[in-house]
Structures are given as C-alpha cells and as structure tokens.
C-alpha cells in the first residue's frame, strides 16, 4: 500500500496545468506526495455512523412508532436496542462516495506503516490522527445522544466506547472490502453494535414516564439534525 506508483508528469497532464507551475509547486514528486498524502487524510474522514440528518429521520420514525414504549426502563432499553440495531446496518449499507472514503483512510492507515521515518511520515500521522480524533468525536456525540436520550448511560466514558464501536465498523468495512457477502454486512454489523451498546449502558433513569415526559422526548426530535 503506498503512493510511490503514481506518476507526477501523469497527474500534471490529468490535471490539465502547466508543468511549469507544478514543478514550482512542488520541486520534486515526493514533495507532490506529501502534500498528496496529508489532503487525502484529512478528506478521508468517514461519515458512518454519523450520517446525522438521515439517522435523525431514522430515529424520529422509530421512536414515533414506539413510542407506547417508553414508560418503563425495560420498554425503553428495548427501544434503545431496535434504534441502535436499525440505524447500524442502516450506517453499514455504505454508499460508493462513503467505501471510497473507508478504502482511502484505511489505504492511508496502511501505508503509513511502510513510510520510512522522515517529515513526510510525521505530516500524515499527524493528519490521520486528527482526522481519528474528528471521528471518534463525532461518534461518542452520537453514542451520548443516544444513550442519554432514553435515560441510560454509559459504564465507561464515551469516547472509549467509540473507540470500540469503530474497531468494530473498521474489522466490518475490510471484510466488506475484502468481498465478504455484502448481504451479511448490515444484519452483522446490527447485532454488534447492539450488543456493544447494551453491553456498555446502566439505567440514569428508573422512573415511570408519563405522557408529557414522552411528548416531550418527541418533540425534541423535531429537529433536522438531534445529533449536532
């Protein structure tokens, strides 16, 4: 893995510029990789599992659907479970621009192992590792809203547990890459991340809610985005 086969006279020609302006750009092509390699970093972000205004729908339409169920701690961990199984295969049902996204960062994790130690190196650990830390807050947001929403919290702080849930949605995205059966993936990466969840949390609430406690949980929902 690694950008050493691509070619800079080909990329100046693809890209339509002068090759007298590049070679000012960039003086020679490991100096174009470098700078190559740290944008592609920090564009390789993937969105799941926080694609939030279709997962805000997600859940606004479940919790609605259910919302009988959200009196007691059981009814309500028993929602918390469904939401969490829907929206993960719904998340793991990647899209070409999200795979793309997956390949690059995973590409970019890879290769980042086989770089000689040097500033090239230093430059896109450190993109990597700031676009990981973007990710896992992100994620730990979600995981809060989520958890807290039905009156749960979690056993350990929130940014382990999206830690872990993106271990998880990482070993899920290789196997994907690697051609496992993509009708698996989503029912796979349902159970798992249900069963992290419901692993992780402890009632904050134990109380019986009542009907305006409920209609108002549900007004709340009626944002674009509960997750921002």
Known sequence: MGLDHLSFEEAIREADVSRTAAYRCWPHKDAFLADLSVELARQAVPVAPTRNEHSTRLVRDL???????????????????????????????????????????????????TMPPGPLRDQVADALAEADDLLTDRVAGSYRMLIEFFGFRS??????????????????????????????????????????????????????????????????????????
């Open 63 to 113: 919790v609605h659907a259910h919302a009988g169920r959200l009196r007691t701690r059981a009814q309500r961990a028993r929602t918390l479970e469904e939401v969490v199984r829907v929206t993960a295969a719904d998340d793991f049902d990647l899209d070409r621009v999200e795979a793309r996204r997956w390949q690059t960062y995973l590409a970019l994790i890879l290769a980042l192992r």
């Open 155 to 228: 056993v350990v702080d929130y940014p382990t547990l999206a830690r872990i849930g993106l271990a998880l949605m990482r070993g899920l995205v290789v196997g994907e890459l690697a051609g496992r059966p993509t009708d698996a993936g989503p029912d796979v990466a349902a159970i798992a991340f249900a069963g992290l969840l419901v692993a992780n949390i402890e009632p904050a609430d134990e109380s019986t809610w009542s009907r305006s406690t409920i209609e108002a949980k549900l007004a709340a929902l009626a944002v674009e985005d509960i997750f921002a």
